[in-house]
């Protein structure tokens, strides 16, 4: 079993700054693709940022130039780095990890889900 636990979300002015976490633990060999996905209450969940295992990264067009992804491999930490927000960023946001076991098992897990609210 695997965890992924975020953190750093919050309340916001518009334009201010948030940078999520994410701590992944458990039965973990290795961390394959990683990414923050958001959503809206009424709106579906929508992917915001995705890093593979090798760096390779993409971004919603809408937080393109603002948020910034990143992953520490070696301690199984995903971040997101969030200025200039808007209120439109206004979400419960979820981390989400496609992990490889001990076993050589491939899963997907996602976080509880943290919420950020920025305000006008």
């Known amino acids: 079993q695997v965890q992924l636990v975020e953190s750093g979300g919050g309340l916001v002015q518009a334009g201010g700054s948030l940078r999520l976490s994410c701590v992944a633990s458990g039965n973990i060999w290795k961390i394959v693709d990683m990414g923050w996905y958001r959503q809206a209450p009424g709106q579906q969940r929508e992917l915001v940022a995705g890093i593979t295992s090798v760096g390779s990264i993409n971004y919603l067009d809408s937080v393109k130039g603002r948020f910034t992804i990143s992953r520490d491999n070696a301690k199984n930490t995903l971040y997101l780095q969030m200025n200039s927000l808007k209120p439109e960023d206004t979400a419960a946001y979820y981390c989400?990890?496609?992990?490889?076991?001990?076993?050589?098992?491939?899963?997907?897990?996602w976080g509880q889900g943290i919420q950020v609210t920025v305000s006008s």
């Open positions: 989400h990890a496609d992990v490889i076991n001990w076993a050589g098992k491939e899963y997907v897990y």
